[in-house]
């Protein structure tokens, strides 16, 4: 089946420092990735549709200044917490879309912000 | 914010017995998935049924969708230790482009030995 890595799995950082965690489709293109959000005992909110080639998609309440997405190629995604603080904490998992109505997700990253 | 409510929040039951979990959705949808996550971990895609099909099955999963009800049901038969986990819907609806998704709040599965 297809797969979707992220990296890094868990990281833990200083309030106020910015953090980039990655999302690759390692045995298909994809030209749409999405990046969710997921507190815990919580379900998914997807945070915003990245689009190879142009701008992300934000939904609504999501601060396109702290959360920079960048998907500058048909395998990588990227998303940047910028200045993160401690409400940032969370669990991060992006998915690749490879068509026929299905995403792929990634195994998702634990960021603690202390 | 979310489209899918589901129920239960929670259900434990023993090993052999059959689970069934229920997903509710508020607009017209293309298709609606089942998801599994195993606690800390990503989501792995367990079924997909279109919004012109009622009923779908894979191994032990059995879905079913009624459009005039909003609703899904989820039943896993002869349940083992090993399906222990969170389970979401998922919803695609006609008003979003690229499989957008919406996930309900999600089921968490306890079988115990």
């Known amino acids: 089946g297809a797969v979707v890595s992220q990296h890094p799995s868990r990281v833990i950082c200083k309030s106020g420092t910015s953090v980039k965690i990655e999302c690759r489709s390692l045995?298909?293109?994809?030209?749409?990735m999405f990046w969710y959000r997921q507190f815990p005992k919580q379900s998914l909110m997807l945070m915003a549709t990245?689009?190879?080639?142009?701008?992300?998609?934000?939904e609504q309440g999501v601060e396109k200044d702290k959360f920079l997405i960048n998907h500058a190629s048909l395998t990588l995604s990227t998303l940047t917490v910028t200045s993160a603080h401690p409400e940032d904490s969370s669990f991060y998992i992006c998915?690749?879309?490879?068509?026929?109505?299905?995403?792929?997700f990634g195994p998702g990253t634990r960021l603690t912000v202390l | 914010s979310q489209q899918g409510e589901e129920d239960p929040q929670a259900l434990s039951i023993q090993e052999g017995e059959n689970a069934t979990m229920n997903c509710s959705y508020k607009?017209?949808?293309?298709?609606l998935q089942w998801y599994r996550q195993n606690s800390g971990r990503g989501l792995v895609h367990l079924i997909l049924?279109?919004?012109?099909?009622r009923e779908k099955h894979s191994g032990r999963l059995r879905v079913t969708l009624d459009t005039s009800k909003k609703s899904s049901s989820l039943l896993i038969t002869a349940s083992r230790a090993a399906d222990t986990a969170s389970y979401f819907c998922?919803?695609?609806?006609?008003?979003?482009?690229?499989?957008?998704?919406?996930f309900g709040e999600g089921t968490q599965l306890t079988v115990n030995p």
């Open positions: 998915s690749a879309n490879r068509g026929h109505n299905t995403q792929y």
């Open positions: 045995d298909f293109q994809a030209t749409t």
């Open positions: 990245s689009n190879e080639g142009s701008k992300a998609t934000y």
């Open positions: 607009t017209s949808i293309n298709n």
């Open positions: 049924i279109r919004s012109n099909e």
């Open positions: 998922a919803t695609e609806t006609p008003e979003t482009s690229g499989s957008r998704l919406t």
